[in-house]
């Protein structure tokens, strides 16, 4: 008497779980597309370059540190240094940043 209604409730339990993945699997895969973050800025360089842009270049905040600042610079550079197969241009607007953000510009951009 017992083994009949526990097999009804197990079939009963297992109709209503799989009811629920279907509905849950359904609401998954209508849900809205949501553009992912892209990990790089698109995008040129500025004419003149800005504290946002220069920020953007060697991976700080605005408003970082000076020692942050020359941290910075030195991983970007050691990564795209000329001598090691970098570019002469991105050498330069690297250095740019810098100079940028310690606020020791020429006022001229870079040399390119």
Not at 66 to 91: F, I, R, T, W
Request: glycine content about 10%; aromatic content about 8%.
């Amino acid at each position: 008497m017992v083994l009949p209604l526990l097999a009804g409730l197990a079939v009963a339990a297992a109709a209503l779980a799989g009811r629920y993945g279907v509905q849950a699997w359904q609401a998954y895969k209508a849900r809205p597309v949501v553009p992912r973050m892209r990990k790089f800025y698109e995008g040129g360089f500025q004419p003149t370059m800005t504290r946002r842009e220069a920020a953007l270049i060697l991976g700080v905040r605005e408003n970082a540190s000076p020692d942050k600042v020359k941290e910075a610079h030195k991983k970007v550079m050691v990564a795209n240094h000329p001598d090691a197969g970098g570019s002469h241009y991105l050498a330069s607007k690297i250095n740019e940043a810098k100079d940028v953000l310690l606020g020791k510009t020429k006022g001229g951009g870079s040399a390119f």
